[in-house]
């Protein structure tokens, strides 16, 4: 599991004070990062070097979470495919799960266009933040 801390900013709420819905895909994206630097080391953009691409994405909103607080978001690895990653993850607050999603992560290969295999080697290095109930 991956552990990722933020503090949300003012910008970050809607009317009621509550966390945008928007914000979560941007904060789920940001705490995915240590999963692309395992694919990607050197966190380069570069298309001919990028590995992954974003298949789709799910965020299912339990509680509304409030301004002043630092979010932890939980990251882990909940499938792992012959080509294809589900990456699960969980917005807390107080010990309280507010929001969790799953994004779908294809091994891709830009230059031919299509999926690639996932490698044992990437599959052990996953298989280290499975997630666990």
Not at 74 to 80: A, D, G, L, M, Q
Not at 95 to 101: A, I, L, R, T
Not at 128 to 131: A, C, G, L, P, T
């Given at each position: ?21 928007t ?7 940001a ?7 395992l694919f ?9 070097q990028?590995n992954?691409i974003?298949?789709n994405m799910?965020?299912d ?10 979010v ?16 699960y ?5 107080d ?7 799953t994004?779908v992560?294809?091994h ?7 999926p ?6 990437f599959?052990q290095?996953?298989h280290?933040?499975?997630?666990r109930?």
């Open positions: 599991m991956f552990y990722e801390i933020i503090k949300p900013r003012v910008g970050e709420t809607d009317a009621l004070g509550h966390i945008n819905n914000v979560f895909p941007q904060w789920f994206e705490a995915r990062n240590p999963i692309f630097k990607n080391p050197d966190a380069s953009l570069n298309l001919t990028w992954l974003l298949a799910t965020i909103f339990h509680v509304p979470l409030k301004f002043g607080k630092d932890e978001i939980k990251t882990f690895v909940k499938r792992i495919g012959n080509t294809s990653l589900d990456i993850q969980e917005a807390w607050q010990n309280v799960k507010y929001v969790s999603g994004a992560m294809v891709y290969d830009y230059a031919n266009k299509k690639q295999p996932i490698t044992n080697e599959k290095k996953l280290v933040h499975f997630f109930t």
